[in-house]
């Protein structure tokens, strides 16, 4: 699955829940919107409903390219659940699907979300931190919601468990994160591409 348009391609970390303000979705919605109006082809779990199916519809409503990842078990589960048109590719297992979900992906962007989500987070920080990637991490902090996680990692850093450096950059808004990946991942591909 190769990226056919301009544009970079943008992994989004989101829960398949709304959460308990209507400001999560309406994130979700305005960050699947800029993808679109930047070009950039969103990609994601393929859910239809939460923050999860806010992205997908902003990106749709827009016109813009998306690859949804999904493992069997979920898309059997989801199936009746409405989901805008997509590329969907179906994985064996949730490890799969994060796999191929970061080798898409330029950079990533996370939303308010669960467990799955902090799973995935962290397993980007991880190779950041450890030089395996160095692509972009942006948290979107709607509402305080990266707050405590942040609070967390510094508590950490503080007991010399992780480096000070964060290998994320915390915004507050959609707009914000697209702005930001544009400038450090949309400048690191076009440096390779001379």
Known sequence: MTNSGGGLSICVFCGASPGDSPAYTQAGYELGERLAAGDHRLVYGAGGIGIMGAVARGAADNNGRIAGIIPEFLRERERNHDIPPQEVVVTDDLARRKSIMMDLADAFVCLPGGYGTLNELLEV??????????????????????????????????RRFIPEEKHFTVVGSPVEAIEHIEATAGSRLAATME
């Open 125 to 158: 920080i991880s190779m950041n931190v450890m030089g395996i990637e160095d692509r972009p991490l942006v948290l979107v902090n709607t509402h305080g919601f990266w707050d405590s996680f942040i609070d967390l990692v510094d508590g950490f850093a503080g």
